[in-house]
């Protein structure tokens, strides 16, 4: 199981983050500190698996965002590698070359993805066009009604 | 109050300030608007209001004043809203909320929303941050939601129930029959959550598990289909077709074949299959080799298979991508102790390992490098690892030298070796070594007398370069001071000798003692060493005694009172020095990090417990009997006139240097010692039921008497109250029973009664004692008689 996913920016501002398991706020904080405090300190063309507390690590740069997952012991790391690199798939088809400002102002959208790509901690769907497709049918859906009401989005 | 702006803008103004402060600023007034929206009626913006505090709350202020909103916009009928406020809710409120309760309802309605993007949202939701009692009202919803929707809402709600079993484990039982059902389906989303919830099932419950072997050929088939199927769009990643599902799928296989014979047999051909037929030259096939290697090695898989995957493991250490071998490494530690031979075949390529730049490539290459070491292999392997410490990582630099010191200690070839290996690492890397290394190698030394010459030649040299590694200068100057005149008679076998004349030795020394880098105990070792060489040089004794009397006044208490005594020993005492200060003898080698005085103590307490027989010799002569052993030791041991205050009265005219580390050994044994001289007598069970215990020990009085020390302890959970003995002994006999130290007992042994008996036996028969136990524990009353035939400390007769 994924227990959590955290996308910081080069300066350690994070952009995005995803807990599987319930964590009081402080704790979030901590880990998040951790997190980007270990994974800012590595060499460039070290290993992408850490080991922290009983977790590991799985940790990928795109450009200027850090990807980081954590998983449990028991778990692939080469296939969380794949995990990553999937969801940024997803997000690169959606936004159209996806970049870090993408995911800053439509943040609440990368949420979305990530929420038809993964549930609870697991994979949910692994088709990529299945996964685009359902966006798509959501968008649709919240246009449609938007539409309706004659209200703008966001 | 400004108007609220768009949650773009919002972001912009945000990120334009330039200055924390000023982004508190923009934040604050953003949020009191946020508020104030809030507070109003339905109004359009609602779904951005809450969209910009959720960015807020990214940036790490609070906000937990939209909590109560989130619960509104879930409730709200248009889809946009819910959507906001669903992912408000996962991530403002979790289990721990109160207001999590309230969205219970709200996501119920939505479970059975007529669109299927709303009952997403819910199960999404529930997956995320379901508590228990939310998962527990909802689980029949979920299961039926598993048997009767369409795929897209099944996938998910496979991974809901996941989570609900994590959550209440009994409703296990709920989603078995469902998740059986689930693996006839063609979609691989719905088949994916399948697996993904039967590893769970059977995880958690054993039974379970059992059922579930069966369907092993269905998901061997699949596999199958998988792996055999020509090009599929939907699913293909670098030529592997769904390596996602492929991965779980062989996950629960290893889970269903672990132990069990039939199973592995039905997997055999699929695993060999897959590893041969997997592309391994992108990522992905390496992601699926991996996990087939470790289903294969956690089966029962039949040998050919387990070299197969042993053999992968070697060309992923081959492999460019640092990643693969780390994970080759990670795989060959596990199983280290079991295949040992075919990963020694690889121990070339791991060893190089050790050289490469990445931190945690490193540290996995150390310790499988450390598990392959044997006796063939030391030399070589000893020196990749001495070579390795010079370049190691600090924070890897203890562990290092703990596992070469092991591996040199188990497999040295010869004491030479020994000893310079383990001066290697003091040089290199002797701060981070354990403390009992000090001791240990002494006693090394002493051990190889014929390399005493070569050893403390060597040492002589270190102590010249560099004075900053503790530990090496504490045996240096243990070795100076012991063989300095080995070291002044200026030949040697081994190695080049040094010219030496005992003003250098002895300057030496002085550096040590008077330098900054010394600590306090390195300069105790060093004033010993000094001390010791006045009789082992001929002109400058005089020298000596002015350092000793210098620190005399030494402001260290250790030190002063080192030196006053050795200033004793050279005035008072001037003919009892040549003894006090000559040569060590061999120091008795012990299982590392025991001391004299444990593997001792032991030796003393394995005698007690032991079944007495008839005619045994007189147990209280046994522990007598290694208490002159040790006296014995301590007789032939360190020299100086410091009394223990251990010993005290009981051991007279020995002198124990308290404060080096080799005495420190023998202050531990003295410790050991203090018991056996204390309680002379041993204790015996005598009676041992219900978790009570009695325990008797006696000690002979004089000719006819006999004190006999009953002990109760209690070892269950529960107090003991009103425990009482009673004796009865052979008629002749005079009985006296003292007070009982108490009448109750508390759980769990925390303490002990005493109940001491004065026996008198004028007759001398043969002493036997019935003794009654009661006692009243959890409400009702028990009682029991044991009878003691034998007494320790006494002979057969009794006497």
């Known amino acids: 199981m994924m227990r959590f996913l955290l996308l910081f920016s080069r300066q350690g501002k994070l952009r995005l983050q995803k807990w599987f398991t319930p964590m009081t706020e402080r704790e979030k904080k901590k880990i998040t500190r951790d997190m980007t405090t270990m994974v800012l300190s590595r060499q460039p063309r070290s290993c992408n698996f850490l080991h922290w507390k009983d977790l590991k690590i799985i940790y990928k740069r795109y450009a200027s965002l850090y990807f980081c997952l954590a998983i449990d012991n028991q778990e692939n790391e080469l296939i969380a590698l794949e995990v990553i690199q999937r969801y940024v798939e997803l997000l690169d088809k959606y936004f159209g070359n996806v970049c870090e400002l993408d995911i800053i102002f439509n943040f609440e959208k990368a949420y979305f993805i990530l929420d038809e790509f993964l549930i609870g901690g697991e994979i949910q769907e692994t088709s990529k066009q299945m996964v685009n497709r359902s966006i798509e049918a959501s968008d649709m859906l919240q246009e449609t009604m938007e539409e309706y009401m004659s209200k703008p989005a966001f | ?799």
């Open chain 2, 1 to 799: 109050m400004s108007p609220s702006v768009p949650l773009q803008e919002m972001i912009r103004a945000i990120r334009s300030a330039r200055t924390q402060c000023e982004e508190r600023g923009v934040i604050q007034r953003e949020c009191a608007a946020i508020r104030a929206q809030f507070r109003q009626a339905d109004n359009g913006g609602r779904s951005h209001n809450l969209a910009k505090l959720l960015y807020v709350h990214m940036l790490g202020y609070p906000a937990h004043f939209g909590q109560m909103e989130c619960v509104r916009m879930i409730a709200s009928p248009r889809y946009s809203e819910k959507r906001v406020g669903y992912l408000g809710a996962m991530m403002l409120l979790d289990e721990k909320q109160d207001a999590s309760l309230l969205i219970t309802n709200s996501i119920k309605n939505d479970l059975s929303h007529s669109n299927q993007y709303v009952q997403s949202l819910a199960l999404c939701t529930l997956a995320c941050m379901g508590s228990a009692e939310m998962c527990r009202d909802l689980a029949p919803e979920i299961d039926r939601l598993l048997r009767a929707s369409n795929s897209y809402i099944k996938k998910k709600a496979a991974l809901c129930a996941v989570h609900i079993v994590r959550k209440v484990h009994d409703l296990g039982e709920l989603f078995a029959p469902a998740a059986r059902s689930l693996l006839a389906e063609k979609n691989h989303g719905v088949l994916h959550g399948a697996v993904v919830l039967i590893i769970e099932l059977c995880e958690r419950n054993p039974e379970t598990l059992e059922r579930f072997r069966k369907t092993v050929p269905d998901l061997v088939q699949i596999m199958k289909g998988l792996v055999l199927s020509g090009y599929s769009p939907e699913h293909d990643v670098a030529g592997i077709s769904d390596p996602f599902l492929q991965v779980r799928i062989l996950r629960l296989l290893r889970i269903l074949g672990h132990n069990n014979e039939g199973a592995s047999d039905a997997m055999n051909d699929l695993l060999a299959q897959v590893a041969t037929n997997t592309d391994s030259t992108k990522t992905v096939g390496n992601a699926v080799l991996y996990e087939t290697v470790l289903t294969v090695l956690d089966i029962k898989s039949e040998s050919g298979l387990r070299v197969l995957a042993v053999n992968i493991l070697g060309r992923f250490l081959l492999n460019n991508d640092r990643n693969i071998r780390y994970i080759a490494m990670t795989s060959l530690q596990k199983i280290v102790g079991t295949d040992h031979n075919a990963v020694q075949r690889h121990r070339g390529t791991i060893v190089d390992c050790l050289k490469d730049q990445d931190a945690s490539v490193k540290r996995r290459a150390l310790e499988l490098s450390l598990a392959l070491v044997s006796a063939s292999n030391i030399r070589s392997m000893m020196k990749e690892l001495l070579l390795f410490l010079s370049s190691c990582p600090a924070e890897l630099k203890a562990h290092s030298t703990s596992g070469i010191f092991n591996a040199a200690e188990r497999y040295a070839p010869s004491q030479r070796w020994h000893i310079d290996t383990i001066l290697h690492v003091l040089t290199t890397a002797g701060g981070d070594v354990r403390d009992e290394t000090v001791p240990n190698l002494i006693q090394l030394i002493t051990n190889a007398s014929e390399l005493h010459c070569y050893t403390v030649h060597k040492l002589y040299r270190a102590l010249l370069t560099d004075i900053s590694t503790q530990s090496l200068v504490q045996v240096a100057c243990w070795c100076i001071g012991e063989y300095g005149d080995l070291l002044l008679r200026g030949e040697c076998q081994e190695t080049e000798p040094v010219q030496v004349t005992e003003d250098d030795v002895l300057d030496a020394l002085e550096t040590v003692l008077q330098s900054h880098m010394s600590s306090p105990a390195t300069r105790g070792f060093a004033l010993t060493a000094t001390m010791k060489l006045s009789t082992r040089i001929t002109e400058n004794v005089d020298r000596i005694r002015s350092i000793v009397s210098i620190y005399g006044s030494c402001i260290d208490v250790e030190l002063q009172q080192r030196a006053v005594e050795y200033n004793a020993l050279f005035k008072k005492y001037d003919h009892m020095r040549a003894a006090v200060l000559e040569r060590m003898p061999v120091i008795e080698k012990n299982s590392p990090g025991h001391t004299n005085g444990e593997s001792m103590g032991d030796a003393i307490k394995d005698i007690q417990p032991a079944k007495m027989k008839q005619g045994e010799p007189l147990l209280a002569l046994q522990p007598a009997n290694q208490v002159c052993d040790l006296l014995d030791l301590l007789g032939g041991s360190e020299e100086t006139l410091q009394p223990s205050p251990a010993t005290g009265p009981a051991v007279p005219g020995l002198l124990i240097n308290t404060a080096s580390t080799a005495g420190g050994d023998l202050l531990d044994l003295l410790g050991g010692l203090e018991p056996a001289l204390l309680a002379p007598a041993p204790t015996v069970p005598v009676y041992e039921n219900e978790g009570v215990t009695l325990t008797l020990s006696c000690e002979k009085q004089s000719d006819t008497g006999l004190t006999v020390t009953l002990t109760a302890s209690n070892s269950t959970d529960s107090d003991i109250s009103s425990f009482t003995l009673q004796a009865a002994v052979p008629k002749s006999v005079q009985l006296h029973m003292k007070a009982p130290s108490g009448d109750s007992l508390p759980a769990r042994g925390t303490a002990k009664v005493t109940q001491m008996v004065v026996l008198n036996n004028p007759n001398k028969v043969n002493l036997k004692m019935r003794v009654r136990i009661s006692y009243s524990s959890q409400g009702s009353a028990f009682q029991d008689t044991v009878q003691i035939d034998s007494f320790p400390g006494l002979n057969a007769a009794g006497h």
